[in-house]
C-alpha cells in the first residue's frame, strides 16, 4: 500500500507539517516534531461554512 508506507515512514518535522492526501479530498496528515501522526478531515456540509474535524 503506497499510502500506508508514506505515513509510516514520514520524517519528523521541525515543528508541525501537514500533508493534504493526492486522492481523498479534505484528508490531511498532521505530524508533530515528536513524531505523533493525526489524520484530520476539512469540509463542509451543504450550505454552511468550511468545517475542520
Do not use: I
Amino acid at each position: 500500500m503506497e499510502g500506508l508506507d508514506f505515513v509510516r515512514n514520514v520524517a519528523q518535522p521541525t515543528g508541525r507539517a501537514e500533508f493534504k492526501d493526492t486522492k481523498e479530498q479534505g484528508l490531511y496528515l498532521r505530524v508533530t516534531s515528536t513524531g505523533v501522526k493525526t489524520f484530520s478531515f476539512v469540509g463542509r456540509a451543504k450550505g454552511s461554512h468550511r468545517v475542520r474535524g
